[in-house]
């Protein structure tokens, strides 16, 4: 079974950081894409990161540049979102999601393109 496990979310407060991980099962092909979405509550989905797992090449949202950054395990299907700096517009809930094409600084606007999504993690941000 395909399946892809969010961690690392929980509450900090305003300026504080934290470092959420996705590790990847199950997955009999290539993984090229791989991604952090996030929810804020009464909002649409939106995107905050991709990363190509071959060239390592890495994308963000704008609210998240310099504050956030996107790595992963190039040997396993693990990809991590070290989050820094963090403020109340970043609480929502994060999601993992992975592609089997490569991805762009466009995919960022289409969750429909990632086939395969994780269960989310709960971040927020409050004094």
């Known amino acids: 079974e395909v399946q892809l496990v969010e961690s690392g979310g929980g509450w900090v407060q305003p300026g504080g950081s934290l470092k959420l991980s996705c590790t990847g099962s199950?997955?009999?092909?290539?993984?090229?894409?791989m991604s952090w979405f996030r929810q804020a509550p009464g909002k649409e989905l939106e995107g905050v990161a991709v990363?190509?797992?071959?060239?390592?090449?890495?994308y963000y949202h704008d609210s998240v540049k310099g504050r956030f950054t996107i790595s992963q395990d190039a040997g396993k299907i693990t990809v991590y979102l070290q989050m820094n700096s963090l403020n109340s517009e970043d609480t929502g809930t994060y999601y993992c999601?992975?592609?089997?094409?490569?991805?762009?600084?466009?995919?960022?606007?289409?969750?429909?393109?990632?086939?395969?999504w994780g269960q989310g993690t709960q971040v927020g941000v409050s004094s």
């Open positions: 999601a992975a592609m089997r094409n490569y991805c762009s600084q466009q995919n960022l606007l289409r969750p429909q393109d990632f086939d395969y």
């Open positions: 199950g997955f009999y092909f290539r993984i090229f894409g």
């Open positions: 990363i190509n797992r071959n060239v390592g090449d890495s």
